[in-house]
C-alpha cells in the first residue's frame, strides 16, 4: 500500500516540505503495519531499503545488546544503503507498529531532489556509525 503525506506530515525529518512535495515523496513510498515482535531488518544482512516508523516502537540491538529504542518519527536502515551495504544492527518492533518503506532507487531519488534531507540522514549516519563502534 502506498504511503499518504498524511504518514509524512508528523516526520520531522520532512518538516521542510510542502504540500506537493510530501505529495510527490509520499508516492514513493510503502506502507506497511505490523505487529509488536517483527524483526524489520536483521544485523549483517544485506540491506536495500530506508525505513521510517510513523507509529509505534521498535528496539535496536547490536550483537547482544540493546543500543537504541525508536519512537514514531524516527528512522533506519539508512547505514546499509549509504556504507556497505550490510546492516548494522537488528531493529524489531516493540509494539504494532507503521513503517514506511522506501527502497534504494528511491532512496537515491530523494538523495537527488531533497540535498538538505539527505544531509539529515547522512548526518544521522555518522553518530549511529559511532554509537556502534
Do not use: N
Not at 544485523?43 to 530506508?50: I, R
Not at 528512522?75 to 544503503?81: D, H, K, Q, R, S
Not at 546492516?87 to 514506511?100: G, N, Y
Amino acid at each position: 500500500m502506498a504511503a499518504s503525506t498524511d504518514d509524512l506530515v508528523t516526520v520531522p525529518l520532512f518538516e521542510s516540505l510542502d504540500e506537493p512535495e510530501l505529495q510527490e515523496l509520499a508516492s514513493r513510498f510503502d506502507a506497511k503495519d505490523v505487529s509488536a515482535g517483527i524483526q524489520l531488518i536483521g544485523e549483517g544482512a544485506p540491506g536495500y531499503s530506508f525505513f521510517i516508523l510513523v507509529d509505534g516502537t521498535a528496539t535496536v540491538t547490536a550483537g547482544s545488546d540493546e543500543v537504541g529504542r525508536l519512537g514514531p518519527g524516527d528512522f533506519f536502515g539508512e547505514m546499509a544503503i549509504l556504507g556497505d551495504g550490510r546492516r548494522q544492527a537488528t531493529v524489531t518492533t516493540s509494539s504494532p507498529a507503521r513503517v514506511l518503506v522506501l527502497f534504494g532507487a528511491e532512496f537515491r531519488q530523494l538523495e537527488q531532489d531533497h540535498p538538505d534531507i539527505a544531509g539529515k540522514i547522512e548526518s544521522a549516519m555518522r553518530d549511529r556509525a559511532a554509537l556502534l563502534g
